[in-house]
């Protein structure tokens, strides 16, 4: 089965006919390809300015501005998290930025702009207003092509949807010195959010046997009335230590590789950009089971993902921690997540979706649009046909490195 399901762009065909499948002509001028997300910065999600920089010649990347997507030339509109587009803490701006990008939206609607939407997570991580509910399932359902980053990921029925893994940060932080293993280290990072289970985690950890054994807490919380608690719970323990704010690469590098194990306690997982850093930086994680994090101990090997079932407990963290200490090796088995390979595929999916946004479309696609009639092993069985929630939400694209996807 091939993880990496670029339909129907098979790998199989030539690059002449891919390029005649998408409708461009061989030494055609780059797409332009609009990202949703402002110019990276020091905050900026690591995922977003990877993906930027895996980006071949024949794709010409801008990134976000109003002016730009409501004035500039672009050929497709590529939309990460459409919620944090509109999201703001003033009503009043919220308000102005859903009816900007339902302008954005109906400009790519009637010029023929495709608009692609990689799918993150399954649903937004806030609640919205009335408004910007109704623009991001516009988004929804004008949306050209589909990218999931797992096979799971269920996308509306007759719209094209390709998987592309999420790319590792090996690259990203290999420049950066590593500490010697802490014994006993346990690290929780990223943006903490209720349903990230951070509260959970230090309840369980005051029933884990041994002085030795440590947990660091390392994120920015959501909002002040979940830092104090998590403050208030780490307090009860002595082996307990947190650093709620954003922390930068060389520090949240250190932070990593002084872990033993590094514990993500979501009581809902599906993409995580936090459990491949840590495998990035070769630290076992322990994380949920289910198929997304069983699919991943397949890929990446049994020995580096470590799941629960259920809701945590104090014995099951003890244990993974006993496990992490076996999983020293040769690290864990990235090599189908390297960004140039992954930054092709994105490509390929942008000139299809401009062919299909051009009315050209696609040969060999049947009448649902969903599996080529000819690369029927191109692709596992596709996704349960159901619609995406109002945005596939997961964190901004100004998010501390923190709080990378999950």
């Given at each position: 089965m091939?993880?990496?399901s670029?339909?129907p762009?098979a ?6 006919q ?12 780059p797409l332009?390809v ?11 999600n690591?995922?977003?300015s990877l993906?930027l920089?895996?980006?071949p010649?024949?794709?010409e990347a801008v990134?976000f ?5 409501l004035t ?6 590529h939309?990460h ?9 003033n009503?009043?701006?919220g308000?102005a930025?859903?009816l900007l ?7 790519c609607r009637l010029?023929?702009r ?10 937004p991580?806030?609640?919205h207003?009335f408004?910007?509910?109704a623009?991001l399932?516009l988004?929804d359902r004008w949306?050209?092509w ?7 990921t269920?996308?509306p029925?007759?719209v094209?949807a ?12 290999a420049?950066?010195?590593r500490p ?7 690290l929780?990072f990223?943006?903490v959010?209720?349903y990230k289970?951070v509260?959970?985690?230090?309840e369980?950890?005051g029933?884990v046997?041994g002085q030795?054994?440590?947990l660091?807490?390392?994120g920015?919380?959501s909002?002040p009335?979940l ?10 323990d002595?082996?307990?230590s947190?650093?709620?704010?954003h922390v930068?690469?060389e520090?949240l590098?250190?932070e990593?590789g002084a872990a033993?194990?590094?514990v993500l306690p979501y009581?809902?997982?599906h ?11 070769g630290?076992p ?5 289910n198929?997304v994090t069983a699919?991943l101990?397949?890929e990446?090997?049994?020995a580096?993902v ?7 407990e104090?014995?099951?963290v ?5 496990e ?5 090796g ?5 090599s189908?997540r390297d960004w140039p390979?992954?930054?092709r595929a ?7 979706a401009?062919a299909v946004a051009?009315g ?8 649902r649009?969903?599996?080529?009639a000819d ?6 069985d596709?996704?349960?046909e159901?619609?995406?929630?109002a945005?596939a ?7 501390p490195r923190?709080?990378?996807p999950?």
């Amino acid at each position: 089965m091939s993880r990496m399901s670029v339909f129907p762009l098979a790998s199989e065909v030539s690059d002449a006919q891919e390029v005649r499948m998408a409708g461009r002509s061989p030494g055609a001028a780059p797409l332009r390809v609009l990202e949703s997300f402002r110019a990276p910065r020091s905050t900026t999600n690591p995922y977003l300015s990877l993906l930027l920089g895996a980006l071949p010649a024949d794709v010409e990347a801008v990134t976000f501005g109003w002016r730009r997507a409501l004035t500039g030339r672009y050929d497709v509109l590529h939309v990460h998290w459409p919620e944090v587009v509109v999201r703001r803490a003033n009503p009043v701006r919220g308000a102005a930025a859903a009816l900007l990008l339902g302008l954005v939206l109906v400009r790519c609607r009637l010029t023929g702009r495709a608009v692609v939407r990689t799918a993150h997570n399954l649903r937004p991580h806030e609640e919205h207003g009335f408004l910007a509910r109704a623009v991001l399932r516009l988004c929804d359902r004008w949306t050209t092509w589909y990218v999931r980053l797992n096979d799971t990921t269920p996308t509306p029925a007759g719209v094209p949807a390709t998987t592309i893994l999420h790319g590792h940060y090996r690259d990203w932080f290999a420049h950066l010195p590593r500490p010697d293993v802490v014994p006993g280290r346990l690290l929780y990072f990223g943006l903490v959010r209720p349903y990230k289970g951070v509260e959970e985690l230090l309840e369980v950890f005051g029933d884990v046997p041994g002085q030795d054994a440590s947990l660091r807490v390392v994120g920015r919380p959501s909002d002040p009335a979940l830092a104090e608690a998590v403050r208030e719970r780490a307090a009860r323990d002595a082996r307990v230590s947190v650093r709620l704010e954003h922390v930068p690469d060389e520090d949240l590098a250190q932070e990593i590789g002084a872990a033993e194990l590094v514990v993500l306690p979501y009581r809902e997982m599906h993409n995580s950009g936090a459990a491949l850093l840590a495998l990035s930086l070769g630290r076992p994680v322990l994380v949920p089971d289910n198929a997304v994090t069983a699919a991943l101990a397949a890929e990446v090997g049994d020995a580096w993902v470590l799941r629960f079932d259920g809701a945590l407990e104090a014995g099951r963290v003890a244990r993974a921690l006993r496990e992490a200490r076996d999983a020293a090796g040769p690290g864990p088995d990235l090599s189908g997540r390297d960004w140039p390979a992954l930054g092709r595929a994105h490509a390929d999916v942008f000139a299809a979706a401009v062919a299909v946004a051009h009315g050209r479309g696609l040969p060999g696609w049947r009448a649902r649009g969903r599996v080529p009639a000819d690369a029927s092993a191109a692709r596992p069985d596709p996704a349960p046909e159901v619609p995406v929630g109002a945005g596939a939400g997961a964190d901004a694209d100004r998010a501390p490195r923190t709080g990378l996807p999950g």
